[in-house]
């Protein structure tokens, strides 16, 4: 059975920084996509961020470009999300969801992905 538990949410003011860890079981990540996912207060969910553990391609939304970075630790099947220079925007709860296969197109849509985590809540005071 495929499980993922997200860490590392909480609240930091903007320009701090947070680091996500999605840990996942059950499951082999070589073989899948991770993303990370965001939904923010009355809005619906997005893309963030997805990383292709076959070849390590790494995608990103361009409203967290150049400030946020996926990353795996192989050897203990977790994703993370480091988030640097948040803004008040990033303020939402962030899931992490596991896809099998490469979708490097269909990155963003949810709909790729089968397994997903509880979510951990950021906040991003101004």
């Known amino acids: 059975e495929v499980h993922l538990v997200e860490s590392g949410g909480g609240l930091v003011q903007a320009g701090g920084s947070l680091r996500l860890s999605c840990a996942g079981s059950?499951?082999?990540?070589?073989?899948?996509?991770i993303g990370w996912f965001r939904q923010p207060p009355g809005k619906e969910r997005e893309g963030v961020s997805s990383?292709?553990?076959?070849?390590?391609?790494?995608y990103y939304a361009d409203s967290v470009k150049g400030r946020f970075t996926i990353s795996t630790n192989n050897a203990k099947n977790t994703v993370f999300l480091e988030m640097n220079n948040l803004k008040p925007e990033d303020t939402a709860v962030y899931y992490c969801?596991?896809?099998?296969?490469?979708?490097?197109?269909?990155?963003?849509?949810?709909?790729?992905?089968?397994?997903w985590g509880q979510g951990t809540q950021v906040t991003v005071s101004s």
């Open positions: 969801a596991a896809g099998p296969g490469v979708f490097a197109r269909s990155w963003s849509n949810e709909r790729w992905y089968d397994d």
């Open positions: 059950g499951f082999s990540f070589d073989d899948y996509m």
């Open positions: 990383i292709s553990r076959s070849d390590g391609t790494t």
